[in-house]
């Protein structure tokens, strides 16, 4: 049986110390960029509607249930 790799696509908001765009304990959605990801940053759909980099360590993973995506 092979193993499928999940690809993170939705982030809780734990802090947000200067980031007027992002909101606490709400879902965001994310871009995943490797790029990013290996700075210590994630591109976040954030509350303006547009896409940011912000703090990895600002949010915790979360997987959704595919009916719930």
Known sequence: ????????????C??????????????YRIIPVKSATAEGYIRVIDESGEDYLYPEDFFWPIELPKAAE
């Open 1 to 12: 049986m092979g193993h499928r790799k999940t690809i993170i696509k939705f982030v809780l």
């Open 14 to 27: 734990l802090r947000n110390e200067g980031c007027e765009d992002l909101e606490l304990r709400k879902l």
